[in-house]
């Protein structure tokens, strides 16, 4: 088995210091950095199949996120360029909504996104309307996030959305929702676009609606 073979084996088995060893060798030996980060891209995404399909459990998931962004620490100074936005395919701020500080499920759906290469603003937990409308104006962003698992959090969904339209900005975006409590209903009356209970389902609607493979 090939190095690079053997990094990709080691993220999915969630091997934490083999990765980190891996990548270090794969750097010394000249190898191009942009394709070790793209070998951990794709072992992140296989380990989110395997949450989906329920192989892996919550904690898996949230391990192969935490190896992904140690990893891509090691790599950056050999790119000379913020990975994140190199290979930008979107802009996303991404934020638990006000009065809710539930963020566990949120981090989660960021680092997926971070590690599928869109350009990722979180804000953190109990966000206001007015932050994440002037997040938005200042990044240009096509897609929205909310986050929220109290029941609280549908009324600061739809406050949020309102403070969008209202600073007119909402015709040129996207809005998903989620959050155990993330259902049909709740989307409507937060006027958002998506919904979903499920990180990697989010962020499949997200690469539709930025037409990315
Ligand atoms: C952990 C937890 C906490 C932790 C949070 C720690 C943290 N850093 O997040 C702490 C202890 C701080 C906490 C506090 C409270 N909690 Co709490 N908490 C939970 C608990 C047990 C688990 C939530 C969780 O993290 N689940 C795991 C994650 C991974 O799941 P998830 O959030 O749904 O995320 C997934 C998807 O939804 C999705 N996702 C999440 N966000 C987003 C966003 C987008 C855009 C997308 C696309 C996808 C996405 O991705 C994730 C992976 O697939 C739930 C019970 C439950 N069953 O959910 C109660 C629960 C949510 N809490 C509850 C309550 C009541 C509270 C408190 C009010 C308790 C209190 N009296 O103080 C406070 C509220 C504080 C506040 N203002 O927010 C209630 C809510 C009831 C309600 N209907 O409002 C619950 C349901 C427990 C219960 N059955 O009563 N809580």
Do not use: C
């Amino acid at each position: 088995m090939s190095k690079k073979e053997e990094l990709m084996e080691s993220i999915v088995e969630l091997e934490e210091e083999k990765v980190y060893k891996l990548v270090k060798q794969l750097l010394e030996e000249k190898n191009d950095a942009q394709e070790i980060i793209d070998i951990l891209r794709k072992a992140v995404e296989i380990v989110g199949e395997k949450f989906n399909e329920k192989e892996y459990f919550l904690s898996e998931l949230v391990m192969a996120g935490e190896i992904f962004q140690q990893s891509a620490k090691i790599i950056e100074p050999a790119l000379k360029v913020d990975i994140v936005k190199e290979k930008t395919k979107g802009v996303i701020v991404v934020g638990t909504v006000k009065g809710d500080v539930h963020d566990i499920g949120k981090n989660i759906f960021v680092t997926l996104l971070k590690s599928a290469g869109f350009e990722v603003y979180d804000l953190g937990v109990d966000i206001s309307p007015e932050v994440f409308v002037s997040k938005v104006k200042e990044t240009n962003a096509n897609v929205v996030g909310y986050s929220g698992l109290l029941t609280i959090a549908l009324e600061a969904m739809k406050q949020t959305t309102e403070a969008l339209i209202a600073a007119g900005l909402r015709d040129t975006l996207k809005i998903i929702i989620g959050g155990l409590p993330a259902d049909e209903m709740w989307m409507k009356e937060a006027g958002a676009d998506a919904f979903t209970d499920n990180a990697f389902e989010g962020l499949k609607i997200v690469k539709s609606w930025l037409e990315v493979r």
